[in-house]
T-cell receptor, first 114, second 111 residues
């Protein structure tokens, strides 16, 4: 069984400040981990993914995430928030790439203050 | 290269009706997955199709059914619609072992 818990349903940051979104996972096998972003009335866009290898993963739009097996965490960060980062962010876990279901967290809404 | 497309964009149905949602997968992708995203929640896995066969199913009742066609496009059918079926329905395609690419979704409202 696999599941994801996202801590904090809503995060508000100032433009230029650090963005930190928290994700903890549960998986009975080595996990594949993902962060997706969803803008209003749109589908999901992949920000980054962890499969194997390097635990610090860099994605699009300046985001990165670190896989910490000992903490079962995959937190997403961006050093300096931009107004365009306002969106909903979902963490997801899977047992395989592609031919297996993704299990999503409930999402975190990010608001960026000018 | 055309991405994942879904139709229609929006639709409104009444309780008890049936609905068919459509998804065209990205070129070269043979796996299609469907997800239901209720308002304010994360997407929930409905089922997946690989080369026209169901390849896994989430915790959804049998009135949710699907098809995948030889060109790997797919349909999601929902019978006997209930109010709680109101949601954004997302389709994702993948090239077997690759990552899933999502379409823009179909917003279903059940009155």
């Amino acid at each position: 069984a696999q599941s994801v818990t996202q801590l904090g349903s809503h995060v508000s940051v100032s433009e230029g400040a650090l963005v930190l979104l928290r994700c903890n996972y549960s998986s009975s096998v080595p996990p594949y981990l993902f962060w997706y972003v969803q803008y209003p009335n749109q589908g999901l866009q992949l920000l980054l993914k962890y499969t194997t290898g390097a635990t610090l993963v860099k994605g699009i739009n300046g985001f990165e995430a670190e896989f910490k097996k000992s903490e079962t965490s995959f937190h997403l960060t961006k050093p300096s928030a931009h107004m365009s980062d306002a969106a909903e962010y979902f963490c997801a876990v899977s047992e395989r790439l592609g031919d297996y279901k993704l299990s999503f967290g409930a999402g975190t809404t990010v608001t960026v203050r000018a | 290269e055309t991405g994942v497309t879904q139709s229609p964009t929006h639709l409104i149905k009444t309780r008890g009706q049936q609905v068919t949602l459509r998804c065209s997968s990205q070129s070269g992708h043979n796996t299609v997955s469907w997800y239901q995203q209720a308002l304010g929640q994360g997407p929930q896995f409905i089922f997946q199709y690989y080369r026209e066969e169901e390849n896994g199913r989430g915790n959804f009742p049998p009135r949710f059914s699907g098809l995948q066609f030889p060109n790997y496009s797919s349909e999601l059918n929902v019978n006997a619609l209930e109010l709680d079926d109101s949601a954004l329905y997302l389709c994702a395609s993948s090239p077997g072992q690759g990552e899933q690419f999502f379409g823009p979704g179909t917003r279903l409202t059940v009155l």
